[in-house]
């Protein structure tokens, strides 16, 4: 079974940046997709971004120019840096990875990213 740990939100300025962290036990994130969701209060989950295997990057339209996703595939560990961040921001952000037949892994708990104004 895949486990992932999300870290590093917290309550933050409009404008201001925080860097999220993500660690998974069971399954390696070298050689496969890896990917940031959030889902904000009475909204769907919905993708950020995500990055191939071969390290090609993908974002929503509404974190372009802002978000930026990596992976360390030595320490089993990824990131999301979100700079310039806006209110609109604000929701619990998940990571996950894509295992067997293409389908993600069982979600973590998330971290709570807060962005006043």
């Known amino acids: 079974q895949v486990q992932l740990v999300e870290s590093g939100g917290g309550l933050v300025q409009a404008g201001g940046s925080l860097k999220l962290s993500c660690a998974a036990s069971g399954m390696t994130f070298r050689g496969n997709a890896v990917a940031w969701y959030r889902q904000a209060p009475g909204k769907q989950r919905e993708l950020v971004a995500h990055?191939?295997?071969?390290?090609?990057?993908n974002y929503a339209d509404s974190v372009k120019g802002r978000f930026t996703i990596s992976r360390d595939n030595a320490r089993n560990t990824m990131s999301l840096q979100m700079n310039n961040l806006k209110p609109e921001d604000t929701a619990v952000y998940y990571c996950?990875?894509?295992?067997?037949?293409?389908?993600?892994?069982?979600w973590g708990q998330g971290t709570q990213v807060t962005v006043s104004s």
């Open positions: 990055i191939t295997s071969g390290d090609t990057t």
């Open positions: 996950n990875v894509l295992v067997a037949s293409g389908r993600y892994a069982d």
